[in-house]
């Protein structure tokens, strides 16, 4: 079978092509819809930006459902738009949000992200290979960390905020990346454990651009 069609086993829950031959995997796509709704919840006043997340957040969670379920190509681009997109918007609003940036610095910071994006992902792929598909997440953290340490003097509590962020996001990597490692000693994998700590990550990272509304002045000199 050919084209957007075409099925595959990336994961160690997988043994056949059947619907639910990854149930695990596919119900804990829950803790995505979990976070969204309870975020959403938590948000006070119009917050277009934080709120636009929280549905971007919501898509996440039924396209990595669709793609642990039909396991097919086109279920692959239902599961990383929405990753993506969610990157792309959270750089654009934390750009202007917390450096208190214009709305064409947040775009360029987005634009810029797709070839830094790249450059990360090669360059660390050549030291350590793909680590189970894990390596194209890499750039996040990264880049996360970079915005926390900028912002350490001017908001201390929105840098613990986006390193307790770098934190979550970093064990769930983890998980991701020895999912096929232990398959041998666990047959169910660990594949599970990144979404549900992804989606209390995506979560808590909304929170932390939530608080931060009004644009902090720059550090004195």
Not at 8 to 21: G, I, K, L, P
Not at 177 to 189: E, K, M, N, R, S
Not at 197 to 213: E, K, Q, S
């Given at each position: 079978m050919n084209g957007w069609s075409e099925q595959?086993?990336?994961?160690?829950?997988?043994?056949?092509?059947?619907?639910?031959?990854e149930p695990v995997n596919a119900l804990t796509n829950a803790a995505f819809l979990l976070a969204a709704f309870l975020v959403w919840r938590a948000l006070k006043g119009p917050d277009l930006g934080a709120r636009l997340l929280v549905g971007v957040l919501a898509a996440i969670g039924i396209g990595s459902f669709l793609f642990h379920t039909f396991a097919t190509r086109w279920a692959v681009m239902m599961d990383v738009l929405p990753i993506l997109t969610f990157i792309l918007l959270y750089v654009h609003l934390a750009t202007i949000r917390f450096f208190g940036a214009p709305v064409w610095?947040?775009?360029g910071a987005a634009v810029a992200y797709i070839p830094y994006s790249a450059v990360v992902t090669i360059g660390l792929s050549a030291l350590t290979g793909p680590l189970n598909g894990s390596i194209a997440y890499f750039p996040v953290p990264i880049l996360i960390t970079a915005y926390a340490l900028a912002l350490l003097g001017r908001a201390p509590d929105t840098a613990r905020g986006l390193l307790i962020g770098v934190g979550l996001l970093t064990l769930s990597l983890f998980f991701r990346?020895?999912?096929?490692?232990?398959?041998?000693?666990?047959?169910?994998?660990t594949?599970?454990?990144?979404?549900?700590?992804?989606?209390?990550?995506?979560?808590?990272?909304?929170?932390?651009?939530?608080?931060?509304?009004?644009?902090?002045?720059p550090a004195p000199n």
């Open positions: 595959m086993d990336n994961y160690c829950e997988r043994v056949d092509f059947a619907f639910w031959s610095a947040g775009i990346t020895i999912d096929q490692a232990v398959c041998p000693q666990l047959g169910l994998g594949h599970f454990l990144w979404h549900c700590l992804n989606g209390a990550m995506l979560g808590w990272m909304i929170w932390v651009l939530h608080r931060a509304r009004a644009p902090h002045p």
